[in-house]
């Protein structure tokens, strides 16, 4: 990829309005955007249906590289906008959904979890965010204790015109206020559409656990938009 | 939506819904990367090496790692005979300063130098040696997209009777920001290096290319 990370994880909101115009999603005059019906899978999931043939995935094990291909076109949307929507910035998104299908490749030997290859895959994908995820905050500590601030504050975003880019923004930020662990589920449930079984094979935490996350990243993400609406 | 009754949290599941673009490149990347991974052969698949490292040289870098792991021990200690026998390729890469030499390495001035290239390929490591001249100072750490920012992961070693600090790190080609730390508490740019601001938090670096020879 040539392109040199220059999108402020406060931009993504400006990122994600220019790729609604792009998918020419018409914006209405409230701000806010039309329901997709086109997003929803019967199964809950948002985005491309959910589900290989089992036997594309083994094609893809014994070094079919077409079968490999298909996986890759298959899943890429929805893995994309699960990273974007867990690290903020769409160009790291896609270096960590590139990290996540080699990982993919080099273990699809070894893989023998038929049926679940999409948990399979989201769980190698989460785990490479959170590895990008950390490291930019290692990254934003350093920064900021140690060096001198010529600007002061995180570079702002672009300004949109419009009031969906605002509100956009607001999202963003309450998003990446949240935990990351809570982030994740959240995002696993009620954007990815997976159910807590699926959600358990991915994160490795108990289905409880995983009720709390999404109820308390719900209550905080709640609480947060309604405190800057109301300001 | 499930379990969503409010119109606020609606609104925030639909817009976390929208699918972000895909660049075609970016699929054909990662099929080209794969394939290359296929062709390198179990062995070197497990022995990929990731420098944490951002942006746009990290695709380049899977191609040549596995190769590159046993290149670079080879590396590490040819190094050692770089810093005193001035090879003819070494050079100063950054774009700013004047070019480097060998002899400079091997005398130590302050900056960032590339002293060594460890194969002909194009995507390589190179040998870089980080320099800092600081008197009076108790320790010297450089941090970068290279070592994940991290102080403590690239000390500065004091050249002995002198107060120049210095260390060399393997990196492949790319374009690097940097900044040494002097006693864990100051960050000090490369007086001889560009600068960049980092476009999240609106600090200055040091820049840093290594480039393809």
Aim: hydrophobic share 45%.
């Amino acid at each position: 990829m040539s392109r040199a990370k220059v999108l402020a994880p406060a931009t993504h909101g400006a990122q994600r309005a220019a790729a609604d115009r792009a998918m020419n999603v018409e914006i209405f005059g409230d701000g806010t955007s039309p329901r997709r019906a086109s997003l929803r899978s019967p199964g809950g999931a948002r985005g491309p249906m959910s589900g290989l043939p089992d036997s594309t995935v083994a094609r893809a094990k014994l070094g079919d590289h077409a079968a490999f291909a298909e996986i890759v076109r298959h899943y890429y949307p929805r893995c994309l906008r699960f990273a974007r929507n867990m690290l903020g910035d769409l160009a790291d998104a896609e270096d960590a959904v590139q990290e996540a299908f080699l990982r993919v490749h080099a273990a699809l030997p070894r893989y023998t979890e038929y049926g679940r290859f999409e948990a399979w895959l989201f769980r190698i994908l989460a785990n490479q965010c959170r590895t990008m995820w950390a490291r930019e905050r290692r990254r934003a500590e350093w920064l900021l204790r140690y060096a001198p601030h010529h600007a002061g504050v995180a570079a702002e975003p672009p300004a949109t015109d419009d009031a969906r880019g605002a509100l956009l923004r607001e999202i963003d930020r309450a998003l990446r206020e949240l935990p990351a662990l809570l982030r994740e589920a959240f995002l696993l449930y009620h954007v990815e559409g997976m159910g807590y079984e699926q959600m358990m094979m991915i994160t490795g935490a108990r289905p409880s656990a995983l009720k709390m996350r999404v109820k308390r990243a719900r209550d905080l993400l709640r609480a947060r938009l309604r405190e800057v609406r109301s300001a | 939506m499930r379990e969503l009754t409010d119109d606020l949290m609606e609104t925030v599941a639909r817009e976390l819904s929208v699918l972000p673009p895909v660049r075609e490149e970016a699929i054909e990347r990662i099929l080209e990367l794969a394939a290359q991974q296929r062709d390198a052969g179990p062995a070197a698949q497990a022995a990929r090496i990731e420098p944490p490292q951002h942006g746009a040289w990290r695709a380049r870098q899977r191609a040549w790692a596995g190769a590159g792991l046993a290149a670079a021990l080879a590396a590490l200690l040819w190094v050692g005979v770089a810093r005193r026998s001035a090879p003819p390729e070494a050079r100063l890469v950054d774009p700013a300063g004047p070019a480097g030499t060998a002899g400079e390495a091997a005398s130590p001035v302050p900056g960032a130098v590339v002293v060594a290239d460890l194969t002909a390929a194009d995507d390589a490591l190179r040998a870089v040696q980080f320099v800092l001249d600081a008197p009076g100072v108790r320790a010297v750490a450089v941090v970068g997209g290279f070592n994940d920012w991290d102080p403590a992961a690239t000390r500065l070693e004091r050249v002995p009777g002198t107060t120049v600090w210095t260390t060399t790190v393997l990196l492949p080609p790319g374009r690097y920001t940097y900044a040494f730390i002097v006693d864990d508490s100051t960050w000090v740019l490369d007086p001889r290096a560009p600068r960049a601001e980092d476009p999240d938090y609106g600090v200055q670096s040091s820049v840093l290319l290594v480039g393809r020879e």
